[in-house]
């Protein structure tokens, strides 16, 4: 979920807010789930607020698609039509990891 610069920040940002429930070798091989809240708090210290949403029901077969949103300082991005939260949680990562590989 994050590479580089981005996952230097991320360690030592986890390292100095006390998530001594879990070392950082547990944190990435627990689920997904469980890191979303820990990535979120993150990209929060950052100001990349991230949010995911329902957005709208497939036509061809009634299904909810998922939409998720970057704001930040300088940026705001979305895009939308994922299956499940997970699948936006996890596209809304990458591209603010993107994002701050790029400002580094």
């Not at 990435?28 to 993150?42: K, P, W």
């Not at 709208?56 to 994922?82: L, P, Q, R």
Request: aromatic share 14%; hydrophobic share 35%; glycine share 6%.
């Amino acid at each position: 979920m994050t590479t580089g610069k981005n996952k230097e920040q991320f360690e030592e940002w986890y390292v100095n807010n006390d998530y001594e429930m879990m070392d950082l070798r547990s944190f990435y091989n627990s689920r997904f789930e469980m890191q979303i809240g820990v990535l979120l708090a993150y990209y929060d210290s950052l100001d990349q607020n991230i949010t995911v949403e329902p957005t709208f029901m497939d036509a061809d077969n009634g299904e909810m698609k998922w939409m998720y949103t970057i704001e930040s300082h300088a940026v705001g991005t979305g895009k939308c039509g994922w299956e499940t939260r997970n699948e936006a949680y996890k596209e809304a990562f990458k591209k603010a990891n993107e994002l701050i590989n790029k400002d580094v």
